[in-house]
C-alpha cells in the first residue's frame, strides 16, 4: 500500500484546512517539497534563496502559507498589515511579493501601489477572498501579475511562484549584463565603471544604481519620488537633498562632453539627455 501524506490546501480563513491527499508510489518517503535533506542540499546547489514578501492579516493562514513556501525553499518575510509590509520592502530586497487584499492600517491594493513606485519590476500577487470583478480588474490595473482568489490550492500557487521567477530571472540576467553608450561615454553598471578617453571611474553603489536608472529612462523622465524610494527606501526631504549631492556628482564625472546633461525636471525629476552629432 503507498504511504500517505496529508497536505492543508490554502483556504478562507473562516473555514478549516482541506486534506489534500498524496499518495506516494515509494511508502515512508518523503516529497522533496518535505525533504529537509533534499531542499538543504538544494539550497547549497543553486545559491541563495529567493525572497518573498508575504503580507496576511489572519494569524492561521499566513503562518500556514510562510510554513509551506519555506519548506519549498523559499525565504519568506510575513508581515501582518500592509503598514508593515511596506517597511519591510523598504528595508530589504524581495524577489516576489505575495499580498492579502484586506488588511489593517493599509490595505493591499494600497500597498502594491507604494510597492510598484519603489520597484516597478518586481512580481506581486494578490491573494484575496474578494471575487468581485471590479476588485479582480482594479488588482491588474495596479500592475498585479496574478489575482489569485481563495480559497486557493497551495501547489497551483507554488508552481506560479515558479513560474514567474524564472521568467523574472531570465529578464534580471539581461538587465545586469546591459551596457550603456552615451555620446563618448561608456558605462557598465555590473563592474560599476564609467569609461571615457581612455580613462575609467568607478562608482559607488548608490552613484551607479543612480546612474543606471538615468540611463533606462536615457533622454526621457526619470521621476524624482521613484529613485528615491528605489535607492533610498523613501522620498523624505532628507533623503532628496542626499540624492541632489549624488546627481551633482554624476554631472561632474560627465562633464567632459558637452553632448551629455542631466536637466533637472522642477518638481518632477531628472532628464539624462544624450544629444546626437
Not at 496576511?56 to 508593515?84: A, F, M
Request: overall charge negative; some cysteine.
Amino acid at each position: 500500500m503507498p504511504a500517505l501524506i496529508l497536505i492543508n490546501l490554502i483556504t478562507q480563513s473562516t473555514f478549516q484546512p482541506l486534506p489534500l491527499v498524496l499518495f506516494l508510489h515509494k511508502p515512508h518517503t518523503l516529497p522533496e517539497c518535505l525533504n529537509f535533506k533534499t531542499q538543504k542540499r538544494r539550497s547549497i546547489m543553486e545559491g541563495k534563496k529567493a525572497k518573498i514578501l508575504l503580507c496576511e492579516d489572519d494569524t492561521n493562514l499566513g503562518s500556514v502559507l510562510k510554513n509551506y513556501l519555506e519548506l519549498n525553499d523559499y525565504d519568506v518575510t510575513l508581515e501582518r498589515d500592509g503598514r508593515l509590509g511596506l517597511a519591510a520592502f523598504q528595508r530589504h530586497q524581495y524577489d516576489l511579493c505575495l499580498l492579502d487584499v484586506m488588511m489593517p492600517n493599509m490595505d493591499g491594493f494600497t500597498l502594491a501601489e507604494e510597492i510598484r513606485d519603489i520597484n516597478p519590476d518586481v512580481p506581486l500577487f494578490f491573494l484575496s477572498a474578494k471575487t468581485m470583478k471590479e476588485d479582480i480588474i482594479q488588482g491588474y490595473k495596479l500592475g498585479a501579475d496574478d489575482y489569485i482568489t481563495k480559497p486557493f490550492d497551495s501547489e497551483v500557487l507554488l508552481h506560479k511562484i515558479k513560474a514567474i521567477l524564472k521568467r523574472n530571472e531570465e529578464l534580471n540576467r539581461e538587465s545586469e549584463n546591459r551596457e550603456f553608450d552615451m555620446a563618448s561615454y561608456h558605462f557598465n553598471p555590473k563592474l560599476r565603471e564609467l569609461s571615457h578617453d581612455g580613462k575609467t571611474q568607478t562608482l559607488s553603489p548608490k552613484e551607479n544604481e543612480l546612474l543606471k536608472m538615468l540611463c533606462e529612462h536615457m533622454n526621457d523622465l526619470l521621476p524624482r519620488e521613484q529613485a528615491l524610494k528605489r535607492i533610498w527606501g523613501s522620498d523624505t526631504y532628507f533623503n532628496g537633498r542626499s540624492m541632489d549631492v549624488y546627481i551633482a556628482k554624476l554631472r561632474k564625472y560627465l562633464r567632459d562632453d558637452p553632448k551629455i546633461e542631466i536637466v533637472n525636471i522642477h518638481g518632477n525629476g531628472f532628464r539624462l539627455v544624450v544629444r546626437e552629432d
